[in-house]
C-alpha cells in the first residue's frame, strides 16, 4: 500500500514563505495557501530575487519590474497582500551568512509560526538538477528559522529593533522528493491555476502551449498525483520540519 500522508498542521496563525523567485510559489504550494487565507491566516512571501535572469529576450532592468508587478498580482490571487523582496541576483544567489541575517531578519519581522520554502536539495528526487537559487535559499530558510531565535547569532538585528523570535515551530518544503505531509488542494486548486496564470510573461517564453492549459495541466496534474497519498483527495505535499 501507498503510504499515507499526514494533514498538515492547523494550529497555527501566521506564516512566512520565502523562495527564489517569482513563480516558484505558484508551481509549489499556491493551493495550500489559498486554503489557509480562506481560513483567515496571516500569509507573507518574501523572495531573495525579482526573477530579472529569467527571460532571456528580456534585459535584466526591464524584466525585474515586470515579475515583481506579476508576483504581486499572482499573490493577490490566492488571498496575499504582504509581498517582500530582498535583491539577491537571480542566478547566482549564494548560500551564507548574509543570506541567512537577511531571512532571519524577515523571521524576526513577521514572527511567524509556520516558515515556508522550496526543496533545498540537489535533486527533485531523480536526475532532475535542482537550481543551486532553490538550494541556496531552501538551506538558508532552514538555519534561519533557528538562527531567528538566538540573540547573539546577528545582534545586529536586536540592535535595529529586531528583537529575537524563536517562536517557529515547522518549517515546511514544498516541491521536497520525500513529503511527510499534505493539504487539501481541492478548494485552492483553480485560484492557484489564476495564480500561476499571472506570470504570463514567464509562462509565454517557456512553453510554446495555450499559457492557461499548461498551467492546469501541470497544476492540476501535481494535485491529483498526490491524491493517492492524501485518502484520494487531490494534495499539495509538504516535507515537514518541526522545531
Not at 499526514?6 to 506564516?15: K, L, N, S, V
Not at 534585459?59 to 515586470?66: D, N, S, T, V, Y
Not at 528526487?125 to 538550494?135: E, F, K, S
Request: proline share 5%; charged share 25%.
Amino acid at each position: 500500500m501507498t503510504e499515507q500522508l499526514e494533514p498538515m498542521p492547523t494550529d497555527w496563525q501566521r506564516a512566512l514563505a520565502v523562495v527564489a523567485h517569482p513563480d516558484d510559489l505558484e508551481y509549489g504550494c499556491a493551493a495550500a495557501v489559498a486554503g489557509w487565507t480562506d481560513d483567515g491566516r496571516d500569509i507573507t512571501y518574501l523572495l531573495a530575487t525579482r526573477g530579472e535572469a529569467g527571460i532571456d529576450t528580456l534585459e535584466p532592468e526591464r524584466c525585474a519590474p515586470l515579475r515583481e508587478q506579476e508576483q504581486r498580482a499572482s499573490a493577490a490571487v490566492v488571498g496575499v497582500s504582504k509581498v517582500e523582496f530582498l535583491d539577491h541576483h537571480d542566478g547566482v544567489i549564494e548560500y551564507g551568512v548574509g543570506l541567512r541575517r537577511d531571512i532571519a531578519a524577515a523571521v524576526r519581522r513577521h514572527r511567524p509560526e509556520l516558515v515556508i520554502t522550496m526543496n533545498h536539495r540537489d535533486t527533485w528526487g531523480g536526475v532532475a538538477w535542482n537550481t543551486p537559487d532553490h538550494r541556496a535559499v531552501g538551506r538558508a530558510t532552514l538555519d534561519a528559522a533557528a538562527d531567528a531565535g538566538n540573540r547573539w547569532i546577528f545582534p545586529e538585528l536586536t540592535e535595529q529593533g529586531l528583537d529575537p523570535w524563536g517562536g517557529v515551530r515547522w518549517v515546511a518544503v514544498a516541491g521536497s522528493s520525500t513529503p511527510t505531509h499534505a493539504v487539501d488542494a481541492t478548494a485552492g486548486l483553480e485560484r492557484s491555476v489564476r495564480s500561476l496564470l499571472a506570470h504570463r510573461t514567464y509562462i509565454e517564453v517557456l512553453t510554446d502551449e495555450d499559457p492557461e492549459a499548461y498551467c492546469r495541466t501541470f497544476l492540476t496534474g501535481n494535485a491529483q498525483a498526490s491524491a493517492e497519498r492524501f485518502g484520494g483527495r487531490p494534495a499539495v505535499m509538504f516535507e515537514l520540519f518541526a522545531r
